[in-house]
C-alpha cells in the first residue's frame, strides 16, 4: 500500500514564500509522474505541477514563475517550493503518484496566503 505525506504548508503574507514536501512510503513498482494539485473553498481541484518520470515538468499558467517542482528519488520525496505567493493561492494542497497501477493522493496541507 503506497500512502503520501504532504508538508510545509502554513500561514505566510503575500509576497513569501514556502516548501511543501510529500513523502512517499510503501512498495512503488514504478510511476509515471508526480504533482501537486489544489482545490480552494467552492472550486474544484486543479493542477499546479508536475513531473514526469524523465524529468519534463508542466506548470498551471497561474503559478509559471513562481513555483518549481522537484523530486529527490532516494528519498522517495516530491517539494513544491513557491515563491512569490499571493491571496489566490490559498487553498488545499494535494500530492498526486501516477503509478503504473493506480493513482494515489495525500490528504493534503493548507497554504493561507494572508496579510
Known amino acids: 500500500q503506497v500512502q503520501l505525506v504532504e508538508s510545509g504548508g502554513g500561514l505566510v503574507q503575500p509576497g513569501g514564500s514556502l516548501r511543501l514536501s510529500c513523502a512517499a512510503s510503501?512498495?512503488?513498482?514504478?510511476?509515471?509522474?508526480v504533482g501537486w494539485s489544489r482545490q480552494a473553498p467552492g472550486k474544484e481541484r486543479e493542477l499546479v505541477a508536475r513531473?514526469?518520470?524523465?524529468?519534463?515538468?508542466d506548470y498551471a499558467d497561474s503559478v509559471k514563475g513562481r513555483f518549481t517542482i522537484s523530486r529527490d528519488n532516494a528519498k522517495k520525496t516530491v517539494y513544491l517550493q513557491m515563491n512569490s505567493l499571493k491571496p489566490e493561492d490559498t487553498a488545499v494542497y494535494y500530492c498526486?503518484?501516477?503509478?503504473?497501477?493506480?493513482?494515489?493522493w495525500g490528504q493534503g496541507t493548507q497554504v493561507t496566503v494572508s496579510s
Open positions: 513531473m514526469a518520470t524523465g524529468g519534463s515538468t
Open positions: 498526486k503518484l501516477e503509478s503504473w497501477y493506480a493513482d494515489y
Open positions: 510503501g512498495s512503488i513498482v514504478g510511476f509515471n509522474a
